[in-house]
């Protein structure tokens, strides 16, 4: 179990470019698919936590994902996993950085995998609003959902509200609604 | 040795001080630092901390991981980049395990699970807001656009997204390449994506 909880965020480590988000479809692959640690629930209220709380959110996944699966132990391994790449990069290659950046091959690579990233980004929405009851019959559940999802989209995008903020007013609403 | 010491304890303290400031993700990190690091420590100067930080975004990882690691090496070597590391991370890491011991402690209460009912929804949206962000500098034409789709698109399919860093890479030298040999030129970048607080 641990071995495999480092493997996981281990490759999440190395690859992650662009941003947290654009590994959650990596973890959504290893930790619901191939492992089966947990459901597709749980895994976006851990999304919903680490986009909450300070810090790198891949990181802050690892730590809640290793803590759920190992307690405080999975919670380390997992944390030294996800940072391991960044320090053997950083150490191994130290001022070398400044030359490989301007690298026009380094910089064309980066020109297709920004887009591909956001395609990434995409897919994970996807996979989460698939669980979340948004895309199941068209009852009032449902409708609720996309009007939730709308409204925070909104409160993000037009309004420009922390994400905390919206996490929060969406749970007093959820409370509302559901409760 | 007294001495090295005393500086590893005091780049440990100085990054611990940082943690709380990456709420606003890796990049509300820089005046922090630039406060600390230049004007209170004196330890490097404000151009190569910029340097530092733009090179670490171009790296895998995180932002406020990179950054912070490679200050540290910077000014102490191997021991400077632990210590750093450490005070960073230490208060995301404290703060990650007391959020999720509340979270299964409460998790099965009924209003608790109403609300992270709603949440759920929210996720979806934070995503979504993450992918528009990163859309709106990475996607500036009809290539990279359709770049964007076909990477959705084979997830969907079923591909493993490791092989998604390497294709999008590949795309990316590939089209570069295309279009210089016709003669055209690629605008690769305008200016340093910001990514905010997702990274």
Request: with cysteine.
């Given at each position: 179990?641990l071995i495999e909880l480092f493997l996981t965020f281990f490759m999440v480590g190395t690859v992650s470019f662009g941003g947290g988000y654009a590994m959650i479809p990596l973890i959504q692959e290893e930790v619901l698919n191939r492992y089966h640690w947990m459901e597709a629930s749980q895994l976006a209220d851990i999304v919903a936590v680490a986009g909450m709380s300070p810090g790198p959110i891949a990181a802050?996944?690892?730590?809640?994902?290793?803590?759920?699966?190992?307690?405080?132990?999975?919670?380390?391994?997992?944390?030294?996993?996800?940072?391991?790449?960044?320090?053997?990069?950083?150490?191994?290659?130290?001022?070398?950085?400044?030359?490989?950046?301007?690298?026009?091959?380094?910089?064309?690579?980066?020109?297709?995998?920004?887009?591909?990233?956001?395609?990434?980004?995409?897919?994970?929405?996807?996979?989460?609003?698939?669980?979340?009851?948004?895309?199941?019959?068209?009852?009032?559940?449902?409708?609720?959902?996309?009007?939730?999802?709308?409204?925070?989209?909104?409160?993000?995008?037009?309004?420009?509200?922390?994400?905390?903020?919206?996490?929060?007013?969406?749970?007093?609403?959820?409370?509302?609604?559901?409760? | 040795?007294?001495?090295?010491?005393?500086?590893?304890?005091?780049?440990?303290?100085?990054?611990?001080?940082?943690?709380?400031?990456?709420?606003?993700?890796?990049?509300?990190?820089?005046?922090?630092?630039?406060?600390?690091?230049?004007?209170?420590?004196?330890?490097?100067?404000?151009?190569?901390?910029?340097?530092?930080?733009?090179?670490?975004?171009?790296?895998?990882?995180?932002?406020?991981?990179?950054?912070?690691?490679?200050?540290?090496?910077?000014?102490?070597?191997?021991?400077?980049?632990?210590?750093?590391?450490?005070?960073?991370?230490?208060?995301?890491?404290?703060?990650?395990?007391?959020?999720?011991?509340?979270?299964?402690?409460?998790?099965?209460?009924?209003?608790?699970?109403?609300?992270?009912?709603?949440?759920?929804?929210?996720?979806?949206?934070?995503?979504?807001?993450?992918?528009?962000?990163?859309?709106?500098?990475?996607?500036?034409?009809?290539?990279?656009?359709?770049?964007?789709?076909?990477?959705?698109?084979?997830?969907?399919?079923?591909?493993?997204?490791?092989?998604?860093?390497?294709?999008?890479?590949?795309?990316?030298?590939?089209?570069?390449?295309?279009?210089?040999?016709?003669?055209?030129?690629?605008?690769?970048?305008?200016?340093?994506?910001?990514?905010?607080?997702?990274?």
């Open positions: 179990m802050n996944i690892a730590v809640a994902v290793g803590y759920h699966q190992a307690g405080i132990f999975g919670a380390i391994v997992a944390s030294l996993a996800i940072i391991l790449p960044s320090l053997i990069l950083i150490l191994a290659a130290g001022k070398l950085f400044f030359r490989f950046r301007d690298n026009a091959l380094v910089k064309s690579s980066f020109f297709g995998l920004r887009p591909t990233v956001a395609g990434m980004i995409i897919y994970a929405a996807i996979v989460f609003a698939q669980h979340s009851g948004m895309t199941t019959d068209f009852n009032w559940f449902t409708w609720s959902q996309i009007l939730i999802f709308a409204g925070s989209l909104g409160a993000l995008v037009f309004l420009r509200k922390h994400p905390i903020s919206v996490v929060l007013i969406s749970g007093l609403v959820g409370i509302a609604l559901y409760g | 040795m007294n001495v090295k010491w005393q500086q590893l304890g005091s780049i440990f303290l100085t990054f611990l001080k940082m943690g709380p400031f990456t709420f606003g993700g890796g990049y509300a990190l820089i005046p922090a630092i630039e406060r600390e690091i230049v004007d209170k420590r004196k330890w490097l100067s404000s151009r190569e901390v910029a340097d530092m930080i733009t090179v670490s975004g171009s790296v895998p990882g995180a932002v406020a991981v990179n950054s912070a690691t490679f200050i540290g090496y910077r000014i102490a070597g191997v021991g400077g980049a632990l210590a750093a590391l450490l005070g960073i991370f230490l208060p995301t890491f404290a703060l990650m395990i007391g959020l999720s011991l509340v979270y299964l402690h409460i998790k099965d209460n009924p209003k608790v699970e109403a609300a992270f009912l709603s949440i759920r929804a929210t996720v979806v949206a934070l995503i979504a807001y993450a992918a528009i962000k990163i859309g709106k500098s990475a996607i500036v034409d009809f290539t990279t656009g359709a770049l964007g789709a076909i990477a959705c698109l084979l997830l969907l399919g079923g591909i493993h997204p490791i092989w998604l860093v390497a294709f999008g890479a590949l795309a990316g030298i590939g089209v570069v390449k295309l279009r210089t040999l016709r003669g055209k030129k690629t605008k690769l970048e305008e200016e340093e994506p910001v990514y905010d607080y997702m990274i």
